[in-house]
T-cell receptor, first 112, second 109 residues
Framework: TAGITQAPTSQILAAGRSMTLRCTQD?????MYWYRQDLGLGLRLIHY???????GKGEVPDGYSVSRANTDDFPLTLASAVPSQTSVYFC???????????FGPGTRLTVL | GQNIDQPTEMTATEGAIVQINCTYQ??????LFWYQQHAGEAPTFLSY??LDGLEEKGRFSSFLSRSKGYSYLLLKELQMKDSASYLC??????????WGAGTKLIIKP
């Protein structure tokens, strides 16, 4: 069982360009999350989805959008990247909002 | 505001015991998690406390005092592979996880 996969592993992106980070889970978990992790800071929640068809904003949603068309996939889109979006992005899932979260391997994004 | 405090870095010796503290101030409390994160890897779940007291799981134990807004993670019989960052996270009243910046634990032979 793969658990959670993320793509790409890493990416260098020019400022102003758009990009979609992909996240897929095969655990049939209802809830999914996107975090960013920056040096010296804790993980910060960008967007979440408690179930397919619904999404919500986290602590730092500006500049990002998500969709949850089905249970397995939860893509994160940067419409027009800026250098402050340089970070490591983790996707996570849990069987319910109150459950333990399982993390994907992360995507390292550099915006120049 | 919401705040999770942990020491930035700790050093311990192989075979010894180390205690990593976490204090929190959050809007509501619905449980506290500890995760382990090796450099360049994803966080992995270690423990969960929702009631006061000690939860033991092998070499790792986690303690919670809700009245004091305090938790600690206790690691016994330290091994070199325990060198990692340890993340404390609190689930708030909205059931979102608020994360500390993590404690980098360095194990020396």
């Amino acid at each position: 069982t793969a658990g959670i996969t993320q793509a790409p592993t890493s990416q260098i992106l020019a400022a102003g360009r758009s990009m979609t980070l992909r996240c897929t889970q095969d655990m049939r978990h209802n809830a999914m999350y996107w975090y960013r992790q920056d040096l010296g800071l804790g993980l910060r929640l960008i967007h979440y989805s408690n179930t397919a068809g619904t999404t919500g904003k986290g602590e730092v949603p500006d500049g990002y959008s998500v969709s949850r068309a089905n249970t397995d996939d939860f893509p994160l889109t940067l419409a027009s990247a800026v250098p402050s979006q340089t970070s490591v992005y983790f996707c996570a899932s849990s069987d319910r909002p109150s459950g333990e979260q399982f993390f994907g391997p992360g995507t390292r994004l550099t915006v120049l | 505001g919401q705040n999770i405090d942990q020491p930035t870095e700790m050093t311990a010796t192989e075979g010894a015991i180390v205690q990593i503290n976490c204090t929190y101030q959050t809007s509501g409390f619905n449980g506290l998690f500890w995760y382990q994160q090796h450099a360049g890897e994803a966080p992995t779940f270690l423990s969960y406390n929702v009631l006061d007291g000690l939860e033991e799981k092998g070499r790792f134990s986690s303690f919670l005092s809700r009245s004091k807004g305090y938790s600690y993670l206790l690691l016994k019989e330290l091994q070199m592979k325990d060198s990692a960052s340890y993340l404390c996270a609190v689930r708030d009243s909205n059931y979102q996880l608020i994360w500390g910046a993590g404690t980098k634990l360095i194990i020396k032979p």
